[in-house]
């Protein structure tokens, strides 16, 4: 199920001129969030050709405010930056969005590269894989409006906004631990729910918990009050009622790799794909960029960034012999 309130993506198009019958565009960028857009962007402006395959999912599109991209002293909504961006992206003739979702890429630097989505192929000669991640939310009934507004996965995000809150950790490992000592500097209200039939959180964990004050129930959620997206307790499948301001999710994500692996591309041990610091994946000619390529570091501004690396890079590759120093 997605979230309730995103943009809507494009409607899928039917065939035209600019897929395989037109021949290879330059770069075709998968994925629509602020890695996506940012290496669309640097990629118009090198008057590259390059197509945007936006499904209108991910974390970019949940209700959250971003508070730590520099320029926006209020922050700024995720889903307004997606659409400033779609809206810079228009400015350029040769770059265009379209709403299909791929489900197949395949083929190599020397042939060109081939997508494809319900029923119709695109080609390219470069590649950028921006998919993102898979959230692991706790799912009661209608959850989905909270995300970003009182159910976060982010401290670096959203801990600021919540100091002094009361504050529920949901997950079973040392991670999770981790993040309600984490949160334990920001409020002394911290509290941790494992959510799961299983407590993996190690003996050292669980002392340090104890010596912060931070009660750990083994427990699963059953349902949730609140309103407007705002919680205000959870109710456990024994019957705890546990009142909060907000809930901090830490039972992981999973990184959409299926393109990636279909071309070949090298993970790492994370299960992420495996980049150098010019987003270049084991592939030539295929690049990788924001949350997809690192367990850690899951922010809009390294997004942005990793979008533009990823673009710069393809658009040297894309260069003739003669124009490279190397």
Not at 10 to 19: A, L, Q, R
Not at 257 to 281: F, H, I
Request: charge should be negative; charged fraction near 20%; proline fraction near 6%.
């Amino acid at each position: 199920m997605r979230p309730e309130g995103p943009e809507e993506p494009e409607e899928p198009e039917e065939p035209e001129e600019g897929d395989t019958r037109m021949g290879i565009v330059d770069t075709v960028v998968v994925g629509g969030g602020p890695a996506g857009l940012s290496a669309a962007l640097y990629l118009a402006r090198y008057n590259r050709e390059v197509l945007v395959f936006d499904t209108g999912h991910g974390r970019s599109t949940h209700h959250q405010t971003n508070h730590n991209y520099l320029g926006f002293p209020d922050g700024v909504p995720t889903v307004d930056l997606r659409k400033l961006g779609r809206e810079q992206l228009a400015r350029y003739p040769r770059a265009r969005v379209l709403g299909h979702l791929v489900t197949h890429a395949e083929g190599d630097a020397g042939q060109g590269f081939t997508v494809r989505s319900q029923g119709h192929s695109w080609r390219a000669r470069s590649l950028v894989l921006a998919t993102g991640v898979l959230d692991h939310f706790p799912h009661f009934a209608g959850w989905e409006p909270y995300v970003g507004r009182s159910m976060f996965w982010c401290i670096a995000c959203d801990g600021y906004e919540n100091r002094g809150r009361s504050i529920l950790v949901v997950g079973h490992t040392d991670a999770a631990a981790g993040e309600a000592m984490q949160l334990h500097s920001l409020t002394d209200r911290v509290r941790l729910l494992t959510n799961s039939a299983s407590d993996e959180i190690s003996p050292k964990f669980r002392r340090r918990l104890a010596a912060a004050g931070i009660p750990v129930v083994h427990d699963r959620i059953a349902e949730a009050e609140g309103a407007d997206g705002m919680l205000s307790a959870v109710v456990t499948r024994e019957g705890r009622r546990l009142e909060l301001d907000a809930l901090f999710s830490i039972q992981g994500a999973t990184p959409e790799t299926a393109l990636a692996r279909q071309l070949g591309v090298r993970l790492a041990p994370t299960g992420y794909v495996a980049v150098d610091s010019e987003q270049r994946t084991s592939v030539p000619g295929v690049y990788a960029a924001g949350d997809l390529t690192a367990l850690h570091s899951h922010q809009v501004t390294a997004a942005v960034h990793e979008g533009a690396q990823a673009a710069s890079a393809a658009n040297y590759f894309l260069h003739p012999p003669e124009l490279k120093a190397d």
